[in-house]
């Protein structure tokens, strides 16, 4: 951060509209988003895996009633059996302990590695996995992270379970960038209902004392906040972010890992570029996904034409999901902005209206673009103003990433092969668009010439998800009859 910057943000003076703004957003934020405003709370950021991790582990050691834990990625690694154990220590001291984990994200993790807490009696389940839900469900995942103890500490952000969050450039000292933030107060009761309402519909409804309300739990703080709890199909993230670039003044800093927004938002955060307001967007200068990096690359143009600046980190990898907007307003989860997390996963994040908070998001902003290079747009030419250490891009190759599905680059890649009046490609854009077109081209004329070539591959895929159907069907219809047999 240059001098210029620091004295423009310290002598920063909040503006009477954001003065006001508190009485006139209150409701409709929480309208839009279906999350009320929860005073009383005390907030600190952990930033990056270690000190999540120190921090996630504290909590679970101190718990004496229950434990909650629900995350995307439980590896079968060193931190990954660092929380298993911790876990299981806690359930053989008779903590109640439950586990959520996606399918999906934990599909390399073995067995044997659930069942050994199980053993200990924690209580383990995977979310959406294969046959459980209709064919076109397949695409949900369960992309929270969240830790909840004794309805005193909770915590969420982008921070996985699993190794890869420890690492650290062996060229630059650059650390895997992720961000968390810890809870104590009202809005923990909140974040605990995101996970005891997945573990109702998956398993059964849970005790009372492990379902505690907001009214039940003291102030510990005083900062307000609120958490967006989004599902499946209903969008309540998306929502609140229309609603705030269009509100936003003075500025707007996103920081997103896989950044292929939907065309809404993308209009969306050009236009409040256009009207004068400093839109900043942070990614990966090498990302963990590369080919999410190379589709998220190839929408760069549109959004510099319109003034928005582009920013990538020179560390191995940033997977923080955060914003800080005008000063006031910042958000901490596990959201993307993307199809597959604005859309159709399961996500929560925190939103924190505080003017301290915020402050501290814009100094761990500025400090990630410290350590960033810009992406520039000269002439017909789009280029970062200098190179970035990439010795470590592959320090989690072979992991399953957080990109969470297909959907995201569909979003990216068909409308710069096919919107009318589309930016010219460049370079790396090239690549993209003639490898999808080629696969195109190619898989058209095999069909033409050999057509069993393409009937046997959708005849597999539908006889696939038709199975999945059908069985489906027959355990609802059994469930059913469990039900109906079952004494009043």
Same mark, same amino acid.
């Given at each position: 951060?240059?001098?210029?910057?620091?004295?423009?943000?310290?002598?920063?003076?909040?503006?009477?509209?954001?003065?006001? $703004?508190?009485?006139?957003?209150?409701?409709?934020?929480?309208?839009?988003?279906?999350?009320?405003?929860?005073?009383?709370?005390?907030?600190?950021?952990?930033?990056?895996?270690?000190?999540?991790?120190?921090?996630?582990?504290?909590?679970?050691?101190?718990?004496?009633?229950?434990?909650?834990?629900?995350?995307?990625?439980?590896?079968? %690694?060193?931190?990954?059996?660092?929380?298993?154990?911790?876990?299981?220590?806690?359930?053989?001291?008779?903590?109640?302990?439950?586990?959520?984990?996606?399918? !999906?994200?934990?599909?390399?993790?073995?067995?044997?590695?659930?069942?050994?807490?199980?053993?200990a009696g924690v209580?383990?389940?995977?979310?959406?996995?294969?046959?459980?839900?209709?064919?076109?469900?397949?695409?949900?995942?369960?992309?929270?992270?969240?830790?909840?103890?004794?309805?005193?500490?909770?915590?969420?952000?982008?921070?996985?379970?699993?190794?890869?969050?420890?690492?650290?450039?062996?060229?630059?000292?650059?650390?895997?960038?992720?961000?968390?933030?810890?809870?104590?107060?009202?809005?923990?009761?909140?974040?605990?209902?995101?996970?005891?309402?997945?573990?109702?519909?998956? #398993?059964?409804?849970?005790?009372?004392?492990?379902r505690p309300d907001?009214?039940?739990?003291?102030?510990?703080?005083?900062?307000?906040?609120?958490?967006?709890?989004?599902?499946?199909? $209903?969008?309540?993230?998306?929502?609140?972010?229309?609603?705030?670039?269009?509100?936003?003044?003075?500025?707007?800093? #996103?920081?997103?890992?896989?950044?292929?927004?939907?065309?809404?938002?993308?209009?969306?955060?050009?236009?409040?570029?256009?009207?004068?307001?400093?839109?900043?967007?942070?990614?990966?200068?090498?990302?963990?996904?590369?080919?999410?990096?190379?589709?998220?690359?190839?929408?760069?143009?549109?959004?510099?034409?319109?003034?928005?600046?582009? !920013?990538?980190?020179?560390?191995?990898?940033?997977?923080?999901?955060?914003? #800080?907007?005008?000063?006031?307003?910042?958000? =901490?989860?596990?959201t993307n902005l993307?199809?597959?997390?604005?859309?159709?996963?399961?996500?929560?994040?925190?939103?924190?209206? %505080?003017?301290? !908070?915020?402050?501290?998001?814009?100094?761990?902003?500025?400090?990630?673009?410290?350590?960033?290079?810009?992406?520039?747009?000269?002439?017909?030419?789009?280029?970062?103003?200098?190179?970035?250490?990439?010795?470590?891009?592959?320090? $989690?190759?072979?992991?399953?990433? *957080?990109?969470?599905?297909?959907?995201?680059?569909?979003?990216?890649?068909?409308?710069?092969?096919?919107?009318?009046?589309?930016?010219?490609?460049?370079?790396?854009?090239? =690549?993209?668009?003639?490898?999808?077109?080629?696969?195109?081209?190619?898989?058209?004329?095999?069909?033409?010439?050999?057509? $069993?070539?393409?009937?046997?591959?959708?005849?597999?895929?539908?006889? !696939?998800?038709?199975?999945?159907?059908?069985?489906?069907?027959?355990? *609802?219809?059994?469930?059913?009859?469990?039900?109906?047999?079952?004494?009043?």
């Open positions: 951060m240059t001098e210029d910057q620091e004295i423009q943000r310290n002598n920063y003076v909040v503006p009477d509209y954001v003065a006001s $703004r508190g009485a006139r957003l209150k409701g409709i934020l929480g309208r839009v988003s279906e999350a009320p405003l929860r005073d009383g709370n005390r907030l600190a950021l952990l930033k990056n895996g270690p000190d999540t991790y120190d921090d996630w582990l504290a909590a679970i050691a101190r718990a004496r009633r229950w434990i909650h834990l629900d995350n995307y990625i439980i590896a079968n %690694d060193e931190i990954g059996n660092r929380f298993a154990e911790a876990l299981s220590a806690k359930a053989r001291e008779g903590v109640r302990v439950r586990v959520l984990h996606d399918w !999906f994200g934990c599909m390399n993790v073995p067995r044997s590695f659930w069942n050994g807490m199980r053993e209580e383990v389940k995977a979310v959406n996995p294969p046959a459980s839900g209709p064919p076109l469900g397949a695409i949900r995942r369960d992309h929270r992270k969240l830790l909840v103890v004794d309805g005193e500490y909770g915590s969420t952000g982008g921070v996985c379970i699993a190794d890869g969050w420890i690492v650290r450039s062996r060229e630059t000292g650059l650390p895997y960038r992720d961000t968390a933030v810890s809870v104590r107060g009202p809005v923990v009761a909140d974040i605990n209902r995101a996970f005891t309402s997945l573990w109702g519909e998956l #398993v059964g409804k849970l005790p009372d004392d492990e907001p009214g039940d739990i003291e102030a510990a703080g005083e900062t307000p906040a609120r958490l967006v709890v989004q599902e499946p199909r $209903r969008m309540r993230t998306l929502r609140m972010l229309e609603l705030l670039t269009a509100g936003v003044q003075e500025r707007l800093w #996103v920081t997103d890992p896989y950044f292929l927004s939907l065309p809404i938002l993308t209009q969306s955060l050009m236009a409040t570029a256009r009207d004068g307001v400093d839109v900043r967007i942070l990614t990966p200068a090498t990302n963990d996904i590369a080919w999410i990096g190379r589709a998220s690359r190839a929408g760069y143009r549109q959004y510099l034409e319109a003034g928005v600046r582009i !920013f990538e980190y020179g560390g191995p990898m940033i997977h923080a999901k955060t914003l #800080v907007a005008d000063g006031w307003l910042s958000k =901490v989860g596990s993307n199809f597959s997390s604005l859309a159709a996963n399961w996500e929560i994040d925190l939103v924190v209206e %505080d003017t301290d !908070f915020a402050d501290q998001m814009e100094q761990l902003f500025e400090d990630d673009i410290s350590h960033s290079r810009e992406v520039r747009l000269e002439g017909s030419r789009v280029r970062p103003d200098r190179d970035v250490d990439t010795s470590d891009s592959g320090a $989690r190759a072979g992991m399953v990433g *957080s990109g969470t599905g297909s959907g995201a680059t569909v979003s990216r890649v068909v409308p710069t092969l096919f919107q009318k009046g589309a930016a010219p490609l460049q370079t790396h854009e090239h =690549v993209i668009a003639a490898a999808a077109s080629g696969a195109l081209l190619g898989a058209s004329l095999l069909g033409a010439r050999f057509p $069993r070539l393409i009937a046997w591959p959708l005849v597999a895929a539908g006889a !696939f998800l038709g199975g999945l159907g059908v069985l489906r069907a027959a355990q *609802s219809t059994l469930s059913d009859r469990e039900q109906d047999s079952s004494p009043p």
